[in-house]
Nanobody, 125 residues
Framework: QVQLVESGGGLVQAGGSLRLSCAASGGFFSIYAMGWFRQAPGKEREFVAAVTRGAGSTDYADSVKGRFTISRDNTKNTVYLQMHSLKPEDTAVYYC??????????????????WGQGTQVTVSS
């Protein structure tokens, strides 16, 4: 079983940038596809981005396409979410997740097997 720990969240002004990291332990990181989701207060958890185990394929929600980039370093057991041009509507708790079907991508939260505890991102206007 893999454990996931997110970091890098914080408070940033609109137009700013943040990089989230998700460190994995307890399993073979390279066998999982990885995803980022977010959940704002009073809203459902929503898909943000995903990457296959070899980073050959990525997928992004339309709301973040062109502003966010997902990447992974299998030598460091870490997946990243680089966020630019942040907007107040990006404010949420961001979660990383691991998916055993490593060569396919999913936008559904129940397509992932393991989850981190989340990191808060707050974008002020």
């Amino acid at each position: 079983q893999v454990q996931l720990v997110e970091s890098g969240g914080g408070l940033v002004q609109a137009g700013g940038s943040l990089r989230l990291s998700c460190a994995a332990s307890g399993g073979f990181f390279s066998i999982y596809a990885m995803g980022w989701f977010r959940q704002a207060p009073g809203k459902e958890r929503e898909f943000v981005a995903a990457v296959t185990r070899g980073a050959g394929s990525t997928d992004y929600a339309d709301s973040v396409k062109g502003r966010f980039t997902i990447s992974r370093d299998n030598t460091k057991n870490t997946v990243y979410l680089q966020m630019h041009s942040l907007k107040p509507e990006d404010t949420a708790v961001y979660y990383c997740a691991a998916r055993l079907l490593a060569d396919s991508l999913s936008r559904k939260w129940n397509g992932y097997n393991y989850w981190g505890q989340g990191t808060q991102v707050t974008v002020s206007s």
